[in-house]
């Protein structure tokens, strides 16, 4: 890794923390043509895995099932100086016991559903039989704090 590199990539626990805060996973797995299948993802983390829902049938799905090869990007920033993210190299592993669709699902509700959200848990799970979940099984983590440069290019 060179010394720029070092000087911004983030500690375990700024990762983690980062991943916490973070809104949206782009999700990549590997359509059946061999391009990359892009999406954006909700995600939670539970005890430090990070996992996501999706419909069975669904084109991530099927891409999964074929090859569970995924790259995960979670980044914010406006300016240089501001840009942080997290690129998750993964193997995704898909669970489709329904108790843990739901478990799943109840932490996605709490994460991004609002008070104010017309959508009740009941009727957000009510889909979880027609869902998997899959947790990312990380084989690599490549992060970047550009606030570490302290306005430095």
């Given at each position: 890794?060179?010394?720029?590199?070092?000087?911004?990539?983030?500690?375990?626990?700024?990762?983690?923390?980062?991943l916490?805060?973070?809104?949206t996973?782009?999700?990549a797995?590997?359509?059946?043509?061999?391009?990359?299948?892009?999406v954006?993802?909700?995600?939670?983390?539970?005890?430090?895995?990070?996992?996501c829902?999706?419909?069975?049938?669904?084109?991530?799905?099927?891409?999964?099932?074929?090859?569970?090869?995924?790259?995960?990007?979670?980044?914010?920033g406006?300016?240089?100086?501001?840009?942080?993210?997290?690129?998750?190299?993964a193997r995704?592993?898909i669970?489709?016991?329904?108790?843990?669709?739901?478990?799943?699902g109840?932490?996605?509700?709490?994460?991004?559903q609002?008070?104010?959200s017309?959508?009740?848990?009941?009727?957000?799970?009510?889909?979880a039989?027609?869902?998997?979940?899959?947790?990312?099984?990380?084989?690599?983590?490549?992060?970047?704090?550009?606030?570490?440069?302290?306005?430095?290019?």
């Open positions: 890794m060179g010394k720029r590199r070092s000087l911004i990539a983030m500690t375990d626990d700024e990762r983690e923390a980062f916490r805060e973070g809104r996973l782009n999700l797995s590997i359509g059946p043509d061999g391009r990359p299948h892009l954006a993802m909700w995600y939670c983390l539970i005890e430090g895995t990070i996992w829902w999706t419909y069975a049938k669904s084109q991530k799905a099927v891409n999964l099932r074929r090859d569970p090869r995924v790259t995960g990007l979670v980044e914010t406006e300016h240089y100086e501001e840009l942080r993210g997290v690129t998750v190299y995704a592993v669970d489709e016991d329904l108790d843990q669709i739901r478990r799943v109840r932490h996605l509700f709490a994460r991004y609002s008070e104010e017309a959508v009740s848990e009941v009727t957000f799970l009510d889909s039989p027609k869902r998997i979940a899959f947790a990312l099984m990380v084989e690599e983590f490549v992060s970047w704090d550009h606030r570490k440069l302290h306005g430095r290019y």
